[in-house]
Each structure stands twice: as C-alpha cells, then as structure tokens.
C-alpha cells in the first residue's frame, strides 16, 4: 500500500507539474522516474542530457538492487529453518 501510494503521488505530480524541479528530481528518482519520464518527454520539458541522466540512474539502481538480493538470498538460503538477523544477512 506505501509503495502505490508513493507511485500515485509520482504520477500525480508528473501531471501537474512536470516541467518544475520537483518533476525533474521525480524524472530522476528511480522508483517514479518510469512514470514521470514520459510526461515529461510528451510535454517537452527536459533534455536530452536529462532523460539520459534518469536510464543511467535507473539502470545502475536496478544493478545495484539485484546483487543485494543475491547476496542476501545466498546467505539466507543457508540458514533455512533459523532465524536470521538484518546484520548477519548484509
């Protein structure tokens, strides 16, 4: 519910103020850039410079999440049936 409320808003600011600072920083933050972006290239509020910053910041974002998740499932598959603490996990 946090997660789509925090889409939503993104989404809803992309609307009404797509070609402000906020709908640049939301263009560059990874998880309302996906909505923003768009509206932001239909309207022709940005650059070029701009739209190449928000893939680069989403792709090493996505990077970066996938390897946590596969350390963190490496160390946590090892351990089944035990608890484990956020600490011993990272």
Do not use: C
Request: charged content about 15%; cysteine-free; hydrophobic content about 55%.
């Amino acid at each position: 519910m946090p997660l789509t409320m925090l889409l939503v808003a993104g989404y809803l600011v992309a609307i009404s103020s797509g070609d402000s600072v906020l709908g640049l920083v939301l263009g560059i933050f990874p998880l309302t850039s996906p909505m923003v972006a768009p509206h932001r290239i239909a309207v022709g509020a940005g650059s070029m410079i701009e739209y190449t910053v928000s893939i680069v910041v989403l792709v090493a974002t996505v990077v970066v999440v996938g390897r946590l998740a596969v350390v963190v499932f490496r160390r946590g598959i090892v351990r089944t049936g035990e608890r484990i603490k956020l600490r011993e996990v990272l």
